[in-house]
C-alpha cells in the first residue's frame, strides 16, 4: 500500500488476536506488546483503545485487566 499513507487514518485502535489454545490468560509477551502499542499508539497521536485476547468462548480485555499499562 506505497503512497497511502495520507488517505488512511484513524481516530483509534483496538487490537485482537486469539489464542490458539484456547485459553485467554495474557502472557509475558501479551503485556509487552500491548505495552508497546499503547506506546507507539500515543506516539502517532492514534490511542489504542483495548488490546483483547481470544480464547475458546472467552475473551480479557487487557485494558480492564491490565488498566495501568495505558497510565
Not at 499508539?41 to 491490565?66: A, N, W, Y
Amino acid at each position: 500500500m506505497k503512497g497511502t499513507e495520507d488517505r488512511l487514518s484513524a481516530a483509534s485502535i483496538i487490537c485482537a488476536h486469539n489464542h490458539p489454545s484456547g485459553s485467554s490468560i495474557e502472557s509475558p509477551e501479551d503485556i509487552h506488546v500491548t505495552k508497546r502499542l499503547v506506546e507507539v499508539g500515543q506516539t502517532l497521536g492514534v490511542p489504542v483503545r483495548d488490546h483483547i485476547i481470544i480464547g475458546q468462548g472467552c475473551f480479557v480485555s487487557m485494558r480492564e485487566k491490565m488498566y495501568y499499562l495505558w497510565n
